[in-house]
Nanobody, 122 residues
């Protein structure tokens, strides 16, 4: 599976932004996907995860109610809808996949895409 994140940019606090993770591979639909982010000088942080079917999702507490993860397996896409963004959401965002896990432990993810920068100004 090859992944590529896109959709980042410079936005103002309170704005919305949608990130996309494009995946290649005919069996993409079986892979759980996670979104992670990493700000300068900070550790990589789990943001959200979704099962292969899209039936279950998980979020870090700081984004619950603001961010929504979803996927369109027919198109090979996983989205991260970011609403009411805050300056503390500024980071490089990555999508990652693996065969059986959609939680916060980044070491369990086998496939990673290049990141996309999100910058939120106050």
């Amino acid at each position: 599976v090859q992944l590529q994140a896109s959709g980042g940019g410079l936005v103002q606090a309170g704005d919305s932004l949608r990130l996309s993770c494009t995946a290649s591979g005919r069996t993409f639909y079986i892979y759980p996907v996670g979104w992670f982010r990493q700000a300068p000088g900070k550790e990589r942080e789990f943001v959200a995860g979704i099962t292969g079917s899209g039936g279950s999702t998980a979020y870090v507490d700081s984004v619950k109610g603001r961010f929504t993860i979803s996927r369109d397996n027919a198109k090979g896409l996983v989205y991260l809808q970011m609403n009411s963004v805050k300056p503390e959401d500024t980071a490089v965002y990555y999508c990652a996949a693996n065969r059986d896990y959609y939680g916060r432990d980044y070491q369990r993810y086998d496939y990673w895409g290049q990141g996309t920068q999100v910058t939120v100004s106050s």
